[in-house]
């Protein structure tokens, strides 16, 4: 198991990647 801090860092950063994604 992940640290709950590790999880929410990598959800995080898959969210802003798809966001940047969406954006071009």
Do not use: S
């Not at 950063?13 to 966001?19: D, E, G, L, T, V």
């Amino acid at each position: 198991m992940m640290a709950p801090e590790d999880a929410t860092g990598l959800e995080a950063a898959r969210k802003q990647k798809i966001h940047n994604l969406k954006l071009k």
